[in-house]
């Protein structure tokens, strides 16, 4: 009961707190690391994960190049977050790998509605999901990393875009990375 109560104190949340956490002090300066547009931040008490997260941060940068509109700045799961295209980086153990650091990362570049009500914009073109999950799939085959499958109309859509010359996916991410954050529709496949 000792080490679990220890554990327990330990324990950081972000906001809000669990009824049995303890809100730790924000550090004066967290443990950042930049490669290209994209940066993460640690606390300091997970120092041992910087180079992981260094790697992690190149392979995300190198993934999303020169996209726009994706969230390129995380922070540790608790840590205050400048406002911006900015994200949470949940950090699930002290033994995460850079594989575990970078999906997180590419999961965490996604981005999110400003408003909490936002209702899901269901593609009829993709299967009836919704289009963020469209969204998604499309960066994440981007990057060469494959998301889940929803069948063939939903492949059929994700090829549209896939399939597209490179400049023309960039616009169409781009586009539809705002149009989340505005709670509207993607843009027409291309």
């Not at 260094?54 to 969230?71: E, K, Q």
């Not at 936002?118 to 593609?123: A, G, N, V």
């Amino acid at each position: 009961a000792l080490v679990a109560g220890g554990t327990l104190v330990a324990f950081r949340t972000p906001v809000p707190d669990s009824y049995w956490a303890v809100r730790k002090e924000q550090p004066a300066q967290p443990l950042c690391t930049t490669s290209g547009r994209t940066k993460a931040c640690l606390w300091p008490d997970d120092r041992h994960l910087l180079p992981r997260a260094r790697a992690a941060v190149r392979t995300v940068d190198s993934g999303l190049g020169s996209l726009a509109g994706l969230n390129r700045a995380f922070y540790a799961d608790g840590l205050d977050r400048p406002s911006g295209a900015t994200a949470e980086l949940p950090l699930m153990s002290p033994a995460a790998t850079k594989d575990d650091l970078t999906d997180a990362m590419f999961s965490a570049a996604l981005p999110r509605p400003r408003s909490s009500t936002c209702e899901p914009h269901l593609l009829k073109s993709a299967g009836g999901y919704p289009d963020t999950f469209l969204f998604e799939a499309a960066v994440r085959a981007r990057i060469g990393a494959p998301s889940e499958y929803y069948g063939e109309e939903f492949g059929r859509a994700l090829e549209r875009i896939t399939g597209a010359p490179r400049a023309k996916q960039d616009r169409w991410i781009e586009a539809a990375a705002g149009a989340i954050r505005a709670c509207r529709p993607v843009p027409e496949l291309p």
